[in-house]
Structures are given as C-alpha cells and as structure tokens.
C-alpha cells in the first residue's frame, strides 16, 4: 500500500480503536478526499467492530453539509458578480472583457472576507477611506477619473451584498459564503444530530473552521489529532509550528486539555539529498534514474512519493519515468496546460485579428493550421498552408477560399457570435474525438472539453452580457486555468505523484520533492488582492505571512516519518524575478540535526570528454565528381563561385545538394526579393531605349510611372495581397531607389551622353581549364551595359550597401581567399565573359556597381592598386588585367573540381 505502516492516519486510528467502538454515529473529519481513501482503507484493514461503518468526510464536505448550498463553478460566480457589479455601478461600470482582468482577485476577496467571518461593511468602509486618503489633493477637487476611482471603492460593499444576496437567491453558493453559512448551522445541527466527530490532521483553519471545530470540542463530542512535531511547535519562531502554537494558546479548550497526535519524529534517522540541477528537463531526467535506482527489486514503489512543486512538470516528468515503474498521479492537470486549449486560444485569436476588410494576416492561420491537432480536424491544413508559402501570401481574403469545403468550416465572411463560436469549438471536439482512439488521454480530455464549452454555452444563454469573442475568451481562459482533470489508478501500490496540497496526511519512507526554489517553495510575498496588508492584518485575514506558514508545515511534516529525502532545485534562477534554493534548504544545511545524514551536491548533464570540434570537410568520392561534372557543365555563376569563396560548406549545400532555406511567407520581403523587384522595375523602364542613346527628356517623363511600375513588380514577385506594414514601407523605397537611379542617369547626360546596349543580359563561355578533363562553363546575367566617352561599361545593380574600397584589390589571392572583395570578383567575372564573346562594342571595358544604399558614391568602378594607400588606380579591364583574373579564376574552379581536394568549412565571421 502507500502509505507506510506507521503513518499518522494509522497511529490515529489504532489510538481511538483501542478506546472507543465506532459505528455510524462516528464521523471522522479530516483535510482531504485523498486522506479519507488512506483511512478508508485502513479502517476495513483494523475495525473489528459490526454494523453500519464510520462515516468519513473532507472539511469541505462536511462544510457543505452543513451549509446546505451547492458551490458554483469559478464561471458562474465570475457572470454573477458581473450582475451585481453593473447593477450597483450603472453606466460607470466596465464592459465584461475589462472587468474580467480584475474580477478574480475580487472575487477571492468576497470568498476570504466570508470563511473567515469579517465584518464586509466595516472592512470595505476603512478601504474606501485609505483611497479617499492617498488621492488627496491641495487643490481640494478631484478630477472626473479620480471621482470614478474611488466611486468604486465606495462601491464595493454594496456589491459584496448584492452579489451575496442573488446568490442565495438563486440557491447558489460561492465556497467563502458555504463556510459562514455553516457557521451560522453549527448549534442548530449540533442539536439535531448526535454524531461523534474525529478531526485527523488539521493545521490552519480560517475563522469559520476555527470556531466550528472549537465548539465542537467544547460541547465535548469531538476529538482532535494534530499531525505535526513536537520540536516545531515548541520553537517559537519556527513556521511549521506557526498555527499550532496559536491554537494552543488562544482555544480555551486547551487550557484543560493536552494536544493529542504530536510525535517527536524528525529527529529520526533520515538521509536527505540536496541537489541542485539546471532547469526543469534535467530535474525530469534525473528523477528518471533516481526512480530507476529505487525500483531495483521492488518495481511498485508503494511507498515513494514524488511531489512536484509546478504542475507543468509533469509532461517530462511522465516521459522520463522508466517504463517497468507503475504510477498514480493524485494532482489535477490544470486544462489549460492540454494542447487543445492552444487550439481554440488559436481559433479565438483567427477571428479577433481578423483585419477590418475581412482578410486573414498569415501567422493567424498559420497558429491555427500548424496545431498538432489541425490536420486531423481539417484534413488538407498542411497542404493549404504550402500554397500561402508558395504564392508568398501575407493576407488571406475570404473569397480565395471559399471554394475549400472544410467541416467544421471555419471560412466565414462573418466573426460569428459567442454561441455560434462555441457550437465550432463543439464541432472540432467532435470531429477530433471521431479520429482519436477511444481509450487515448487526448479522448479522454475531448470529453472534458466539451463539458467545459457546454458550460460556457449556458452561462451564455443565462448571462446575455458577453456579446463578443474577446469577452468570451477572457472567460474561457479563465475557467481552463481554474479547472483541471483528475487522474485514475492505484492510490496504494504504485509511486504516487502528487503535488504538495495532495500529500496531507499521507506519510511515506522515501520522498522525492522538485524545484524548491523561492517564489515556487515557498511561493513568497505575492498579494494578489485589493485588500492591504496592514487592513488585512487587522482584520485577521491571511497574508502572505500564513501562507508560508501553511507551505512550510506541508514540506516538514511529509519529512516526520521518511527515511530518504531527496530535495531538488533549480540552479538556474530566474534573472528577473529571483528564484534561489528555498529557505527550507538552507535552513537543513545550516542547523544540522545529529540523525540527519544532510548532504549537498550539484548535477548537471553528463557531456563526456570535451573535443574542440574538427572542421566540416567532404571528401569528394565518384558521386560527388559526377554531380560536380553535372554543375561544371551547366555552369558555374559569380554568386555560386562567392558562396564557394566565403564557405565551401555552403557552396555544398546550395550548389551541389540544391539545398535551400526553408520556404516561408516572406511578409517582411526578404533582400533577395527586395533587388530583384529593383532589378525587374529598371528593366522593365529602360527596355524601350536598347540600342539607342538615353535622352534626358525620356527619362524624366519615366519618373511619373515609376510608383505604378515598382507596385506591380512587387505584386508579381511578392504576391497579390495587400501591401501593409513594413512591406508598405519597402514599397516606398523601392520607388525612391529607382527614381534615384533614373535621376542620376539624367545627371551623368549633362556631361555627356550615354549609349543603352543592353539589359540583363544573359552571358556564358566555355572554359578550358588545365587539369579537367570535362566542359566547364561560366554563365551570368550582367544587369546593364552600356557606351559612354568611349567606354563600355558593365553595371551590376546591388540593393544592399557596397563601399568603394571593396571593389579595390591589391593582391590578385585576396579575390579568390577574402570574402570582403567578392564584389569585386563578380564584376571581373561579368568583364571576363564580356571579353571572350568579343561584344560589338569597340574600345575599353570597365566594369562598376551601383549600390542604392550608397548612392552618393554613384558608379563604383573595380580598381587594381599596387599598394593599400596608392592614389594611382588601374581601372580599364585591360587584357593583363582579364589574364591575371583568368588564372585566379582557373585555379578556383580547379580547386573545386579537383578529387583531391575536399571541401573544408570556413569560420564566417
């Protein structure tokens, strides 16, 4: 079984079996359901007796009971105090989605002002006055925001009252408003029913509790048992002993009575492991192996429990479990960490972004069709999505797809109201739960789902208010967060998972507790209610103070009874927000206790012995030459042969292999994309001047069609949506390089004319290279050619910005070794293969690049200097010029092709 033989559940009941006969009339009360399976268990295991057994109840049962109210669900407060807070407030209150930020915390406040019996109309008074008193002002008026602000701290008893009274109106309930009810019940029940109470491990009670089990001991028809040690209660600055040592001293009941159920176990003998691991997956690997250690002759480990400080855990945790280790988990999974909440957050999110002109933006789509769900609710999702890749679609109109008849449809020209929402949400569930195997987790949250929606879909019909998407997602993402769904197994024999509220009561030998930081364990000075500390102080509410004070008794007392500890933290806090080992750990390092064998130590991932990483190379065996024969002779271009120059890996994957960067929607228009609709505009403008020799006059007439031009290229190459965003941005600069360029032709003909002889012209020679055996040819398209003074000029086009100084070279070896000059290597390359097709076009060559983010420096013409600071520049691609380039170029390309030469990565800086 779980528990171990000498639990406190055990030790209880063996003390009462021996003086007293139970039967029906015996009703044990005790903190938790699962405290209640444990003594359940025990009771058939140890009672001797005949008759109608014991009756067993949590606190909140017996709440309830006395009561006589139903809790309502966190949904249906939330759109109850929405009532009473619009019918207090008027046409001053908020609409839902605004109220719904901050309706929880007053909602907790209405909940912790009844279980712990506070005057509401005095608290609420005192509150209004400390608002009144921290926006005074020497001015003596008050602005109409400020009249508004405190209007609401004024106003909060009269919803409290209002809120209270509707709902015992309407038979319903909240838990704080159960408590005080049953208070109010306790004598007339006291009177009616002559049971016999057993109350078994209580710690801190609120006010109401405090005064029912008070009296219940004082009318002597009930008997306490406190599950706590001796050496916390006597230390009188100890937390674990916090609340204990308030009852003994104030409960009258104990002026006569001695404390029954203290042990003085934590002096026993127990090994406690401390350590210390980065992040949460390695805590998860390293329970992995703990728990395969431990389960090394005895696989059930019915007497381990593993307490996880943070629910989110429990995914890794679960994969790093060993598979021949049963378990139970007791914790409730909180719904909103299952993934079909991200779906329907995303289908919440498809409809709220929608744009005003009923467009979709693609990464609204792409949230919702990626989901790992999506493809089994709306077969083809993936295939949709590769077609918005590749028409490059940023915005998606309704009429585009229309056509796809997708069941549930999720394609309507209009947002659909909250019901006809939900009744979707409803059709995915189905059409997911028809896909998934019935006896799957993910089936089993299908269900709970849908409960979930068809209670939202009432609360709608009940509560007209939430009339749009962004109101209905801030309640639905409230309830997932406050719902869970509960786990079924064996609560006896297996390893039992747990988080730290679950593990009241229950005792086990060996004890594995996760990410004792601080701000997690204890979770520190958080306060989130409207309700100061000092008002709470003196209304004897709960601060952050006694909630500490609750976490640290649940931490000491589940060590009482272990023998092996093991206490987990994270080394890696949170920059921001803190997070070192818990105080709990320090306080174990640093007052030793002579039984306790305490040792501290760090882990961390296993990485072996530690090489610097050679190189990436690829020898070049029979199949690399053939596809290398395959390229030499389709051709090699000036980009493929700078990729090789910058990092022959790269070369290998995009040139050899073909490979590519993943296909995306470029909503941003990348700078490939960027030049070519440049490079396509000025096409497209100069064509109708090949051959002819530019005239000042025409191109100026150009500048009006420029916009026109450059916003049709971008559609043909970007895509057919609209142009929003920073893609309307890059459209207007775009414009503005072209305009620029045409301006600056129209300068350069004042000082002399200028002959067009062609454009994106296609270039490509053979090349005889020593050594190679197969064809090799170099191809390219030179952007602009053309006459002036005598010289015939190659212009390469770059949107990106080039600086004069990378188009200079000194040292020929620079060109095929230093990226820096790649530049300057296209522009030789381009002048190379003007010179062997013998262009019509008599006289010198040079060869220049105009850089649009550079265009003060104009033309940039290649240069050979004969030292780095030389003023003389030769700049004419003479023949000694190409022929120096021809070897460079020669024994590049052989480097390529030769077998013996491999391909070995470069660092790029």
Not at 105 to 112: C, G, H, I, N, R
Not at 268 to 288: F, H
Not at 403 to 410: E, H, K
Not at 564 to 569: D, N, R, S, W
Request: proline share 4%.
């Amino acid at each position: 079984m779980g528990l171990i033989m000498d639990s406190f559940i055990a030790e209880c009941l063996d003390s009462i079996l021996q003086e007293n006969n139970l039967d029906h009339q015996d009703v044990f009360i005790l903190p938790s359901r699962r405290a209640g399976t444990f003594l359940r268990k025990l009771l058939r295991q140890k009672w001797q007796g005949t008759g109608f057994v014991p009756q067993i109840k949590s606190v909140e049962e017996f709440v309830q009971e006395l009561s006589g109210l139903q809790a309502s669900s966190q949904m249906e407060l939330l759109c109850q105090l929405y009532v009473s807070y619009t019918a207090v407030l008027g046409e001053d209150a908020d609409d839902f989605l605004a109220y719904s930020h901050w309706a929880p915390t007053l909602l907790q406040d209405f909940l912790e002002i009844d279980r712990h019996l506070v005057n509401a109309k005095e608290l609420y008074t005192h509150l209004a006055s400390i608002q009144e008193l921290d926006h005074w002002s020497l001015d003596g008026g008050k602005t109409p925001m400020i009249k508004g602000y405190l209007k609401f701290w004024d106003s909060l008893f009269a919803i409290y009252s209002h809120f209270s009274q509707s709902l015992e109106g309407n038979l319903k309930s909240h838990q704080g408003q159960m408590y005080r009810l049953a208070h109010a019940h306790l004598n007339e029940y006291m009177a009616q029913e002559p049971y016999r109470f057993w109350l078994l491990g209580f710690n801190a009670f609120n006010t109401a509790e405090s005064e029912i089990v008070q009296s219940i001991l004082e009318q002597g028809r009930g008997t306490i048992f406190w599950d706590n040690d001796v050496s916390f209660v006597e230390d009188e600055v100890h937390d674990a002993g916090f609340f204990m040592r308030q009852h003994f001293k104030q409960w009258s009941y104990f002026k006569q009575h001695r404390p029954r159920g203290l042990s003085r176990l934590f002096g026993s003998e127990k090994d406690i492991d401390v350590i210390g691991l980065p992040k949460q997956l390695s805590q998860a690997k390293y329970i992995g192996q703990l728990v395969a250690d431990l389960a090394e002759g005895n696989p059930s480990l019915g007497h381990t429990a593993l307490v996880l400080a943070k629910e989110n855990q429990l995914p890794a945790i679960l994969q790093s479990l060993p598979e021949n280790v049963p378990f139970n988990i007791t914790m409730g999974y909180a719904l909103e960490q299952f993934p079909l909440t991200d779906l329907f957050l995303a289908l919440f999110d498809f409809y709220i972004e929608r744009n005003d002109n009923g467009s979709w933006y693609h990464k609204s789509i792409t949230s919702l069709l990626s989901h790992a769900y999506a493809h089994l609710i709306w077969p083809g999702a993936s295939e949709f999505l590769e077609e918005l890749k590749k028409g490059n679609t940023a915005f998606v109109e309704i009429n585009d797809i229309t056509s796809r008849a997708w069941s549930p449809n999720i394609w309507l020209r209009e947002t659909p109201s909250p019901v006809a929402f939900i009744g979707l949400c409803v059709a995915c569930i189905q059409r997911l739960s028809d896909t998934l195997e019935s006896g799957s987790l993910a089936f089993a949250y299908t269900g709970r789902f849908k409960l979930l929606l068809e209670a939202l879909e009432q609360n709608l019909n009940d509560y007209p208010f939430i009339r749009d998407l962004r109101s209905l997602r801030a309640l639905f993402l409230e309830e997932v967060s406050k719902e869970s769904m509960d786990f079924y197994g064996d609560a006896f024999g297996n390893l039992q998972i747990m988080g730290m509220l679950e593990s009241r009561n229950l005792d086990f030998e060996t004890v594995i507790i996760t990410h004792l930081n601080e701000g997690t364990l204890p979770s520190g000075k958080s306060n989130n209610s409207f309700i100061p500390f000092d008002l709470k102080r003196a209304f004897a509410l709960p601060t952050y103070k006694e909630k500490d004070a609750v976490y640290t008794y649940h931490f000491y007392r589940l060590l009482l009874r272990a023998k092996k500890i093991v206490l987990l933290y994270n080394t890696e806090p949170d920059p921001l927000l803190g997070g070192e080992p818990s105080r709990w750990i320090s306080q174990l390092l640093a007052y030793p206790i002579p039984h306790h064998r305490v040792t501290h130590s760090t882990a961390a991932p296993g990485l072996g012995d530690l090489k610097v990483p050679e190189p990436w190379q690829m020898a070049k065996d029979e199949t690399l030459l053939k596809r290398l024969k395959e390229v030499a002779e389709r051709g090699f271009s000036p980009s493929s042969l700078g990729n090789y120059i910058r990092n022959p890996k790269d070369f290998y994957k995009r040139t050899i292999l073909g490979i590519r960067d993943r296909e995306a929607i470029d909503e941003t228009l990348a700078a490939n994309t960027f030049g070519t609709i440049v490079h396509d505009s000025l096409e497209v403008l100069y064509t109708p001047f090949i051959g002819q020799e530019l005239q000042k006059s025409e191109l100026e007439s150009l500048l009006d069609k420029v916009a026109d031009l450059v916003k049709a290229q971008f559609k043909k190459t970007h895509g057919t949506g609209a142009i929003q965003g920073k893609n309307r941005i890059a459209l207007f600069i775009m414009t503005d390089y072209v305009k620029a360029f045409i301006k600056h032709d129209m300068r350069e003909l004042e000082q002399a004319p200028t002959f067009l002889v062609g454009l994106e012209k296609p270039m490509e020679v053979r090349l005889d290279i020593p050594g190679l055996d197969f064809p090799v040819r170099l191809r390219g398209k030179l952007d602009r050619i053309d006459s002036r003074l005598g010289i015939t000029r190659i212009i390469d086009y770059k949107t990106g910005k080039v600086n004069p100084n990378e188009l200079e070279i000194v040292d020929w070896e620079t060109l095929t070794t230093d990226y820096k000059y790649s530049k300057a290597f296209q522009l030789l390359c381009y002048g190379y293969m003007a010179k062997a097709k013998a262009m019509a076009v008599e006289g010198p060559i040079q060869a220049f690049i105009y850089s649009f983010k550079n265009q003060a420096s104009g033309l940039m013409p290649f240069a050979k200097k004969d030292a780095p600071r030389a003023k003389t520049k030769d700049s004419l691609l003479s023949d000694n010029i190409i022929g120096t380039y021809e070897k460079e170029l020669f024994r590049l390309i052989f480097e390529i092709c030769d077998a013996n030469t491999p391909f070995i990565e470069k660092e790029v800086n």
